[in-house]
DNA sequence: CGTCGTCGGTGAAACGGTTCATAGCATGAA
DNA sequence: TTCATGCTATGAACCGTTTCACCGACGACG
């Protein structure tokens, strides 16, 4: 029917020549319909259904300043972790009819600064980010120019940045608690280097419960740092653990990833689980409760973050807000054995 | 220091006239640096610098017409498989120094038809879309108004779209294959509803197969159709599978997840995996080497199809091109046990 | 019969860039 | 000295919207 020939997009003075308005009325019937006589808007609306036409979303913010859309940048799309947060900041999004621009940094500063500006020149509302670097000057400046910014699974340091974030330092106690409470007095821990604030914040949290529960923190940890945060570092790791001349009788496991590397390596060396070794991981993934020995895990309410942080994004008043999750220990047969 | 008060933006006139030129040269030193002399070029960065500007992109996509921007939408961000495809094309654009902007439909028509609107308003070089619905007229009457559209995990059904997809038929046929070559003559076959393309075409897929082996497929399979495609699905098929009269020797699953569910309910029942039961998946996801039973799956090329798609959008001819990739089994001791 | 408020519609300014024709100004050649 | 040349810089037009001051017509009202 009509050409394929990718003409010039119809404008909406081309669609008011030929509705025989003015644009301004053709505005009107896009905007405030109301204010439009039937006749007319009827007229209006068949030339732009006849035209195929299509607002200039560009035009339109120029004019209107505003636009109804929000950036994300997370350290890499396909972790589950922070795609799931990317949900939840979708689905708070949605209610408020923004959408989402999303975009990995993979941990690359100069990556993070290139997608926060294209954001901040199409002019977002504001950005959520996961900071790929310790260094927030960046952050605050773009902050201090008016755009809204909302720091993703990392607390604040500065006041004049909001933030959503799990306590990591809770999760890792918790962790501790239950296997102390379980009976074992030796932990090794598969941790990640404390550049990154988890692992260090991690690693905290499990001292302060051993020496809570009166055990000597350096006698009862062995703390094993690993250099990558997946399964193979938690082979490796646990290959380390099992060669250790007193041998820990749980291991502690910086993610999931990790604990399965760690949970095939122990059953390659005959070692059972929980009896001979028990695993908790962090993060509770998706398939932590499917796998053979249903690991247990320190869940984060991945959604949750992401609904708030957006929550924050949206807010009216534009309030600056340190907002803070607790995580929630999910106890399975890799501590506890089939019950 | 400076107030936090958002105070408008600077434009390209104040720096002009912060830096005593006219706005010609402003941009001529954002765009063209050597057509301006150097102690100007200095000026007027200094002014950049000193009103912290950053150029409106509205403004400039406005006047300029072209935007180095590209649109996907998924039917999930929370699905690996989806993640996976979008870091692919995330690379190929990165390339080109072309950014995406990423959305999810939640397999909601309406969802998607949103976003693509949203994508048309703003410009975007074009979008590469897993369609939510059978019908894509819509999609077919967006590639008439000149914007280039890419068809994800889905052969092109019309020549006017160009599409990128694997083939389901091929994949599902090797892991029949692979089966019978093992010695199974009975398969059972845990499948979503045929509505969903992919499951019709890894059933067909599979039919294929046994025909061509000299088996009778009305014998050799038994396909059920489970709702949910993931592990709850493959744990009540399987426990369908198990009540047979006859039992069959290998379990096919529809995806990952779905095996995941298929192995932890054999091994509830105490069915030795592969002795008593093989299982194949399908994805090849990340953890599924990792599982206490590394799982035999059929491995889909998500970062190259991702990749290619990219290609196809960034074509400087705009061509229309369906490109169909081979999927690769990947075999491990679900059925072969351990080796 | 004038005045007034309402309704429906108009047209131009403004948003913040890019682009292009043009002009000023040295410089070197004739 | 004159003139062509090349290099810089200028300023206005333009992109496609929204918004707003304004205008004509019309019915109500005193």
Avoid: W
């Avoid at 009107?28 to 039937?38: E, I, Q």
């Amino acid at each position: 029917m009509t050409t394929t020939a990718p003409r010039r997009r119809a404008s909406i003075s081309d669609v008011a020549r030929q509705a025989k308005v003015s644009v301004g009325t053709v505005s009107n019937v896009l905007n405030r319909p109301d204010r439009v006589s039937p006749a007319t808007r009827e007229r209006v609306l068949a030339a732009i259904d006849d035209l195929a036409f299509v607002p200039n979303g560009s035009a339109r913010q120029l004019r209107a300043g505003t636009i109804t859309t929000a950036g994300a940048i997370v350290l890499d799309v396909s972790n589950p972790f922070f795609t799931d947060v990317a949900r939840g900041i979708e689905d708070r999004l949605e209610e408020a009819d923004y959408t989402l621009m999303l975009a990995s940094s993979d941990e690359k500063p100069e990556r993070e600064a290139r997608y926060l500006r294209l954001f901040e020149e199409h002019g977002v509302q504001g950005v959520m980010v996961v900071p790929a670097t310790q260094d927030l000057e960046h952050l605050e400046t773009l902050r201090a120019r008016g755009l809204r910014v909302v720091l993703l699974d990392r607390p604040s340091p500065v006041d004049t940045l909001s933030s959503v974030a799990v306590d990591d330092r809770a999760g890792a106690a918790a962790a501790a608690r239950h296997l102390v409470d379980l009976g074992h007095e030796r932990i090794a821990f598969l941790n990640g280097p404390h550049t990154i604030r988890q692992c260090a914040d991690r690693s905290a949290g499990l001292h302060d419960a051993l020496v809570e529960l009166g055990l000597d923190p350096v006698e009862a940890l062995v703390e094993i740092t690993i250099s990558t945060l997946n399964a193979d570092g938690g082979q490796t790791g646990t290959e380390q653990v099992l060669a250790l001349a007193e041998r820990p009788t749980a291991t502690m496991c910086v993610n999931d990833l990790t604990a399965l590397g760690a949970l095939r390596t122990l059953r390659a060396a005959d070692v059972p689980v929980p009896s001979g070794m028990a695993v908790v991981g962090y993060d509770d993934v998706t398939f932590a409760g499917e796998l053979a020995t249903p690991l247990t895990s320190v869940r984060q309410p991945t959604h949750q973050l992401g609904h708030r942080a957006a929550d924050l994004l949206l807010d009216p008043d534009d309030v600056v807000e340190q907002v803070t999750f607790q995580p929630e220990l999910v106890v399975r047969e890799s501590t506890t054995g089939v019950g």
